[in-house]
Structures are given as C-alpha cells and as structure tokens.
C-alpha cells in the first residue's frame, strides 16, 4: 500500500533531503548536495524565492518504508510572465515502481489543481538558478554541484504517466587548450579597441561586491530575461545570492568586462568541480567535509600539495556568463575567454563543463564551436494538463 504524506518544518525537511543519498547510494554520477544548504533553499524563512513562490513537500511510504518524494511549486511570478497557470514539480525521486511514481505525481497535481493550476511541468525549481531538467542522456556521466542525477527510468515513468517533454537543455564537456586559439585573441583585440572595452579581475571580494555586486545579478536579469523558466531577480534575491557566492568564489576565475564609463557589459564566473569533493563530503560540512571543499577549491592537482594530498580537480564548471544582450555577438564572449583560459590552465584544469544551456539558446552554444567538445549529458522538462 503506497501512502503519500505531506511534511512541514526543518525536521521533516532534512528527512526529505537525505532520502535521495539514500537512493543513489554507490551511484558514481550522483553527487549529493550540502545538506544544511539544501534545506536552507526549501526553507521559506531563509529563501527569498518565497515571496513570490508556493510550495508543499510530499514523502512517500510503501508498506511503511520510505520509498520517494516530491515537491510541487507555484511560481507567481512566472506564470505571470508566460500567462499560464502552471504548476511545477522538483525534487522528485523515487523507487523503480510506477505506483510510486503516479501517487506522488498525483499528490502534485491536486494541490496544484487546489490552487487553480491547469499544467503540471517539471523537474524545474524555484526559480532559474534552481534545479531544471531530468536527465535524459549521460547517466553515467557525473553530474556537477549544480545539477540534479536521476535513474534512466525516470523518464519513461513521467511519459507513462502520460507527460510529454518540452523543453530541451544540453551540457558540454570541453578539453582545455593549451592556448588562447588566434581567431580568439583577434577577434577579442578588435572588440577592445572598437567599444572601448576593458577586462576587470579582482583581488579583494569586499571590493566586487560592494561596487558590482547588484550590478552583475541585474544584468544576469537583463541577459537571461527571454529564456525558458525564467524569473527575474528581485532586490531581494540578490542581496540573498550575493551573500550567499560571492564572498566565497575564487577571485581568479571570475573576470567582468566594462566600458569607458565602467557599464558592466558581460561576466563569466566559474568554479573549480566540487562534485568529487561533495561526494566524500557526504552533505556535511563536518567533520571533514570542509577539508575536501576546500582541497578541491583551492589546490592545484599538479602542484606539490596537491600531489601531496591528492587536492585540486582537473575539471572548472561555467557557472554563469551573460552578455548584455545589445552586446552580443560583438566579441565579448572572446574576450571573456582570451581572460580566463590562461587562468584555467594555470589552475590545472584539462577540461571544463559549461553545465546546463536550453538547447533552443543558440547564441550561447554557439560559443563551444571553436572548442574540442562532447555533448555528453542531456536534460529535459515534462508537461501535462491537469
């Protein structure tokens, strides 16, 4: 007998959270979330997200044992935006059982239906920066911190459920070169000097986030307003993500491009993979789970301590770039990159992971062409009425 049952509170969170290690235990590509961070994100008094979103938490027990869970989400703002009553599904996981699967997909739609929703999509977060896609392509690829890993027969429940896929995000594993290719560097030098362009790279966090913080997270709204699933930044929102990454971001793999007025014109953050340090972290910072973050962080794999202690990783993930969009294909991305491929290299990195970008975002997929690259994992949503 399959029982769905609604949580509440931080206790009932965590349970929610950890049943998900718990089902890809000895999976190679699963990489677990920091655990106090992840309720943190679910957690309405601590996530800002809440001001425009709604959300319930489902468990789900088949003859008393724990068997799967889901969230439902309505973001306001959002269907807003599109003009649809849409609500959306994440953090759904479950045993190889489609009683399972249907109960808890069920158990979304009626509250989603409660509220006057008539779509049901998914796997899609709170907001842009959240989880999005199921995985449908690299199952035996290892995801980065960012992402969400999901068994191979998740999407043939959602299809059998009668769900039907709608939008596409691709994932790029690219091989570093060893330098800056020439068409890059002209390119890069001709933009510079045509719009006046100037590359920043700092020293001290207190200084990026006091003079461009707001700055970069505005023009991340500017830059990503016509995509799939979007929802702006609220004042709110950035103060929270500012606290939150930017003090703790490696200085030297972040580069922003201005022009002779210093208007922030483009950004590109990365940050060395903390997916193998996450997996012997186990989701907690204690007792040494810090040790491993910060290994990975800040040592070079090549260098003697890093030899040494076996610290730093050969893979950098893309974070975020965004170029203002009357900017674009106007050179910047080069010079983005004509920046920050002499800092990958010096860091060690022999391979970088552009992490998720909607396959319908032309403009960005179109920066990989110059690169060795694999199209090795593949998401996508579900949708269906309700």
């Known amino acids: 007998m399959i029982v769905v049952e609604e949580i509440k509170g931080r206790k009932a969170l965590k349970r929610f959270v950890r049943f998900q290690a718990e089902l890809y235990e000895g999976v190679d590509a699963f990489v677990p979330p920091m655990i106090d961070a992840e309720i943190d994100c679910l957690d309405p008094a601590k996530n800002p997200a809440f001001d425009f979103c709604e959300a319930v938490f489902f468990l789900a027990y088949k003859d008393g044992i724990l068997v799967g869970r889901a969230a439902g989400i309505i973001n306001r703002l959002s269907n807003e935006r599109v003009g649809k009553a849409q609500c959306r599904f994440c953090y759904l996981d479950f045993i190889n059982d489609t009683e399972v699967?249907?109960?808890l997909l069920d158990k979304v739609a009626a509250w989603g239906k409660s509220?006057?929703?008539?779509?049901?999509?998914?796997?899609?977060?709170?907001?842009?920066?959240?989880?999005?896609?199921?995985?449908?392509?690299?199952?035996?690829?290892?995801?980065?911190?960012?992402?969400?890993?999901?068994?191979p027969y998740y999407p043939k429940h959602f299809e059998a459920y009668g769900m039907r896929p709608e939008a596409y995000w691709n994932e790029y594993r690219m091989q570093m070169c060893d330098e800056v290719p020439d068409k890059h560097k002209r390119v890069a030098e001709l933009a510079t000097k045509r719009y006046g362009l100037r590359p920043l790279k700092f020293a001290d966090s207190k200084i990026l986030v006091e003079r461009y913080g707001h700055r970069i997270f505005e023009l991340y709204n500017t830059a990503y307003s016509e995509l799939y699933g979007f929802t702006p930044l609220t004042d709110r929102q950035i103060d929270y993500y500012i606290d939150l990454y930017l003090p703790q971001v490696r200085l030297d793999l972040i580069r922003l491009i201005v022009d002779q007025d210093d208007t922030l014109l483009a950004f590109g953050i990365a940050c060395p993979s903390l997916s193998r340090a996450q997996q012997k972290a186990r989701g907690k910072m204690w007792p040494l789970g810090w040790f491993y973050l910060a290994r990975a962080m800040y040592m070079n794999p090549d260098s003697f301590w890093g030899r040494l202690l076996h610290g730093g990783t050969d893979t950098c993930d893309l974070l975020l770039i965004a170029v203002r969009p009357d900017m674009q294909g106007k050179g910047i991305n080069a010079l983005l990159f004509t920046e920050l491929i002499p800092q990958f290299k010096a860091n060690g990195y022999k391979y970088v992971e552009s992490n998720n970008e909607l396959e319908s975002n032309h403009k960005v997929s179109n920066l990989w062409g110059d690169f060795d690259k694999e199209l090795h994992k593949r998401r996508c949503t579900f949708i269906k009425e309700i």
């Open 101 to 103: 699967s249907f109960a």
């Open 115 to 151: 509220k006057g929703m008539k779509e049901l999509v998914g796997p899609l977060g709170l907001t842009d920066l959240d989880y999005e896609g199921c995985l449908v392509k690299g199952f035996d690829q290892l995801c980065t911190s960012a992402e969400l890993y999901n068994y």
